[in-house]
């Protein structure tokens, strides 16, 4: 709110030179911001967001300039250039991650440079210039003030609807992208789409700035979109905090006052000439990750102790419709996995039905979690039926068995260490809901939140966990993370639960107190696989047992029968030489 | 195009693939040892060329200044952030770190004085850039080792900036173009062939062949790699990161200060010209799969003819089509290897 205040108060203080200064920090925060959401947010870092200014900075310019068409007719032809790019430019990036993608995208960069330098129609390597300013009612913005108050209402604008955006389904699934696709797919979320999306919004925003810079500078050039560029607007929202979104405009403020302060003072200071403005931004940059790696606000953050999650009132009246309990079964014959040589499942057949408990244990690297996967979908099996309720579901993506009613969670916790455990929960209801970017963007959807968020309460609550709600899900201890974890599949309404592992890492009360929620679930009508080591736990609260052993099942049955059986003990302890 | 401008292209296209070649295979050994991106490589190569430019001209170059200033970052680093006991240890080493920066900034001061012959200044030259890796790392790197593969990019990067910026001040704008080390000629078929191209392709085969060689049959190149994969495990074996680190970057560095000396006569090269050399190592690097040296060094190869083509046919667009074949590539790599290219 202070931010504002200064706003509305600039123009009436600062001179023209110090408003067209603050503008151009306006716009660089405005691409910044977009990487802010692209990097800090999905986890898809690009080199390439200063080629996006370009494409929409020359789109108008030579629109404006060969066409004679009027600088705000060619604002939309400017997001759809740059949106149509970054659509095609998602295909890619979708399938690329890490360092790969950070490749691409520097590669992308410099190919675009060349290109604005080497067409006629974009004016070569000099440029395009006398391109027509914006114009409101007949008067040229020439003077810097409503420019400046331009730049910085749609700045403004933009924190607003990404805030509301990542405040909302779509926005955790964006933040849920950050570990890898695993985790996110299980709980129903498209990826790819969740990606492209992503991308292209961060262009769009690009194509912005480059038609505003076009009609504000009046003059382009390649220079201005080169990959040096690209790599300042990342650095801006490194430097700021790419997990804020309020880092983008610190980070944008700090490079683009520095800098003239920098060649202004250095050259002086070191008598001596050269670009030295690189080296300190270079130096800078090396040492922010040497010691604050997550940037200056998040520091500056926790140096005073705040927090970036912020609780809210939650309607518990308001929760979503369950679904129809009818009973479900999943029935797996003949599973059949090898990797490489290593035939990890051999001909496993399980049965779980609504109501009942079936533990699958086996000593370590005897296949279970492999089993899990080819359950869930996360690998392809070589041969076997799954059914599911009767249907077919193998081949299909984690994705769609999890929307059909498979709920899961995983060995290592894959929770979002940022995110309140409330959200973390409310992930694993993603399926249930269908609010669209656009609708979270604009708080169209907020009923259907409210009800997202009042089930993940009503899980937690169920879990026991109720007071951890808007703790950081990362502050928890393990076992409770666990927990959390069963939380969030729970949350996804599911008619069979797979948990792997949910006791580990528990102390015994602990592990009491799981094992009668556990029962209470199958009480209430689920059906649960669930493969554990600890067998003390298993014995007492599974109905049947199914043991594996080198991929094989080699008992299956009541844990009675199951511990007396020659096969069992002797895969466990051994037998006598 | 006729046969012999075909040839002559040809020629060109090895030449510039050579080096491209020398660049991918320091970027491999970088990525395989240390999972660094190592975008600054090709300042290694202008910062040669431009050294061994001021040498044959009788200037001491600004190498030398640098070199001692890493140095003393590197001893003060050392004294500074450890422990009492390992104080004792770093005093001890002390001499080892800063001799070699000494030696050399000696001999170019006397290569200048007393103009010493191409082949020595060419010695001292190699050896300067070659002892910048190591000490870049300690200053840069060595703090980061935990990090992933996307920061230690990012901060490549920065430091990519930092060297840029010193090497305009170190350099000055103008570029500079030597006369080549082996100065013969020979004509096959009446195309002429100069002795230098050859020069490069064979340096360019025998460290491809002795890379290949040492990291996947030698003991030395599988802990270097083991280090990387999995740095903890590595040091539970008794394979120290910080040497392996050290290691990589001294091979590095030198692997581009021989590019340099090399190329000089090629081209003239600018404080600047050795990023976009860089980025095209990359190219040929990530075909291979930042993995492998004999793939990279044939990617190598054939870009560089396929640059020299493009030059002939489009040639305002011939950067255009160099980095714009990347993304394909990336997209076949990381389809043949999923999940590859994350952290």
């Given at each position: 709110m202070a931010i504002v205040a200064l706003i509305i108060a600039a123009p009436f203080v600062l001179g023209d030179y110090q408003l067209a200064l603050l503008t151009y920090v306006g716009l660089s925060a405005i691409a910044a911001l977009g990487l802010v959401l692209l990097t800090g947010k999905a986890g898809l870092s690009s080199f390439g967001q200063a080629a996006f200014v370009g494409i929409g900075a020359y789109v108008s310019a030579i629109l404006t300039l060969r066409a004679g068409w009027s600088p705000w007719t060619t604002l939309p032809v400017s997001f759809q250039g740059a949106g149509a790019c970054a659509w095609a430019g998602a295909l890619v990036v979708v399938r690329l991650s890490g360092h790969y993608l950070s490749l691409a995208t520097i590669a992308?960069?410099?190919?675009?440079?060349?290109?604005?330098?080497?067409?006629?129609?974009?004016?070569?390597?000099?440029?395009?210039?006398?391109?027509?300013?914006l114009s409101v009612a007949g008067t040229a913005f020439t003077s810097a003030v409503p420019s400046f108050v331009f730049v910085w209402a749609v700045l403004l604008a933009c924190i607003a609807m990404l805030a509301n955006l990542l405040?909302?389904?779509?926005?955790?699934?964006?933040?849920?992208?950050?570990?890898?696709?695993?985790?996110?797919?299980?709980?129903g979320i498209d990826t790819d789409a969740a990606k492209t999306w992503s991308f292209v919004i961060a262009c769009v925003m690009a194509g912005f700035v480059g038609w505003f810079y076009a009609h504000f500078q009046r003059f382009v050039n390649p220079t201005a979109f080169s990959l040096g560029q690209g790599i300042e607007y990342l650095f801006m929202a490194v430097l700021g905090g790419a997990n804020m979104l309020w880092g983008a405009v610190a980070g944008a403020a700090i490079v683009t006052l520095l800098k003239p302060l920098l060649q202004a003072t250095l050259p002086g200071l070191l008598g001596m000439t050269g670009n030295f403005e690189g080296v300190v931004f270079g130096l800078l940059v090396i040492l922010l990750f040497q010691f604050a790696a997550e940037g200056l606000l998040p520091r500056l953050q926790r140096l005073t102790g705040g927090s970036s999650i912020t609780p809210r009132p939650i309607h518990p009246g308001a929760r979503l419709p369950a679904g129809p309990t009818a009973s479900a079964s999943l029935v797996v014959e003949g599973a059949r996995k090898s990797f490489g040589g290593?035939?990890?499942?051999?001909?496993?057949?399980?049965?779980?039905?609504?109501?009942?408990?079936?533990?699958?244990?086996?000593?370590?690297?005897?296949?279970?979690?492999?089993?899990?996967?080819?359950?869930?979908?996360?690998?392809?099996?070589?041969?076997?039926?799954?059914?599911l309720n009767g249907q077919s579901i193998a081949g299909r993506t984690s994705r769609e068995i999890a929307r059909l009613g498979i709920g899961r969670s995983f060995q290592h916790v894959r929770l979002i260490t940022e995110m309140s455990s409330l959200e973390n929960v409310a992930l694993g209801a993603h399926r249930r809901g269908i609010g669209s970017m656009l609708a979270g963007m604009l708080r169209l959807e907020r009923r259907e939140e409210q009800a997202l968020l009042a089930e993940a309460q009503a899980q937690l609550d169920r879990v026991g966990l109720a007071d951890c709600a808007w703790l950081a899900a990362g502050s928890l201890a393990l076992g409770q993370q666990r927990i959390l974890e069963v939380a969030r599949a729970l949350a996804g309404d599911p008619q069979i639960l797979l948990l792997d592992e949910p006791a580990a890492g528990l102390r015994l009360q602990e592990k009491q107190t799981l094992a009668h929620f556990i029962r209470s679930l199958r009480d209430d009508g689920l059906g649960i696989l669930l493969v554990e080591h600890d067998m003390d736990f298993v014995m007492t609260l599974a109905d049947r047992v199914v043991v594996m052993e080198f991929g094989r099942i080699i008992a299956s049955g009541t844990p009675h029968s199951v511990q007396n059986d020659a096969r069992v003990q002797e895969a466990y302890l051994g037998a006598a030489e | 195009m006729n046969a012999f401008v075909a040839a002559f292209l040809a020629q060109d296209g090895l030449s510039n693939g050579a080096i491209y070649c020398l660049l991918a295979i320091a970027l491999v050994l970088m990525f395989a040892v240390t999972r660094i991106i190592f975008i600054p490589q090709g300042e290694f190569i202008s910062y040669a060329a431009l050294s061994y430019g001021a040498l044959r001209e009788g200037r001491v170059p600004g190498t030398v200044g640098f070199l001692l200033v890493l140095a003393a970052c590197t001893v003060v680093l050392d004294l500074l952030g450890t422990s009492a006991g390992m104080r004792m240890a770093s005093l001890r080493r002390l001499p080892r770190r800063v001799a070699p920066a000494l030696v050399l900034s000696a001999l170019a001061l006397l290569s200048a004085r007393l103009h010493l012959p191409a082949v020595v200044d060419a010695l001292i030259t190699i050896a300067m850039v070659a002892c910048m890796g190591p000490m870049l790392f300690r200053i840069v790197f060595r703090r980061l080792a935990q990090a992933s593969s996307l920061v230690l990019l990012i901060v490549a990067v920065a430091l990519h900036l930092v060297l840029l910026g010193l090497g305009l001040y170190f350099f000055g704008p103008e570029g500079v173009r030597t006369d080549p080390l082996f100065d013969m000629n020979f004509?096959?078929?009446?195309?002429?062939?100069?002795?230098?191209?050859?020069?490069?392709?064979?340096?360019?085969?025998?460290?491809?062949?002795?890379?290949?060689?040492?990291?996947?049959?030698?003991?030395?190149?599988?802990?270097?790699?083991?280090?990387?994969?999995?740095?903890?495990?590595?040091?539970?074996?008794?394979?120290?990161?910080?040497?392996?680190?050290?290691?990589?970057?001294?091979?590095?560095?030198?692997?581009?200060?021989?590019?340099?000396?090399?190329?000089?006569?090629?081209?003239?090269?600018?404080?600047?010209?050795?990023?976009?050399?860089?980025?095209?190592?990359?190219?040929?690097?990530?075909?291979?799969?930042?993995?492998?040296?004999?793939?990279?060094?044939?990617?190598?190869?054939?870009?560089?003819?396929?640059?020299s083509y493009a030059s002939f046919y489009a040639s305002?667009?011939?950067?255009?089509?160099?980095f714009s074949l990347i993304i394909p590539i990336l997209l076949w790599r990381s389809l043949a290897q999923p999940g590859k290219g994350a952290h």
């Open positions: 992308f960069g410099v190919a675009m440079f060349y290109l604005f330098g080497g067409l006629e129609i974009t004016g070569g390597q000099s440029g395009l210039s006398g391109i027509p300013p405040d909302s389904r779509m926005g955790r699934a964006i933040r849920a992208l950050k570990d890898g696709d695993l985790m996110a797919e299980a709980m290593i035939v990890a499942n051999a001909d496993v057949s399980l049965l779980v039905n609504s109501g009942e408990i079936v533990a699958l244990i086996g000593p370590n690297g005897a296949g279970k979690s492999t089993f899990f996967d080819l359950v869930t979908g996360v690998t392809k099996a070589d041969a076997g039926r799954f059914l | 004509v096959l078929n009446g195309l002429p062939i100069k002795a230098q191209t050859l020069v490069i392709l064979a340096t360019c085969l025998v460290l491809v062949g002795v890379l290949f060689v040492i990291s996947e049959r030698s003991l030395t190149g599988k802990a270097l790699r083991a280090a990387a994969i999995n740095p903890i495990g590595a040091r539970l074996m008794g394979i120290s990161a910080e040497l392996s680190g050290e290691t990589a970057f001294l091979v590095a560095a030198f692997i581009g200060g021989v590019s340099g000396v090399l190329i000089s006569s090629a081209t003239t090269i600018y404080y600047d010209s050795g990023f976009l050399l860089g980025l095209k190592g990359f190219v040929a690097g990530i075909l291979g799969g930042l993995a492998s040296f004999p793939v990279a060094a044939i990617g190598a190869i054939g870009l560089g003819l396929l640059e305002a667009f011939k950067e255009t089509i160099v």
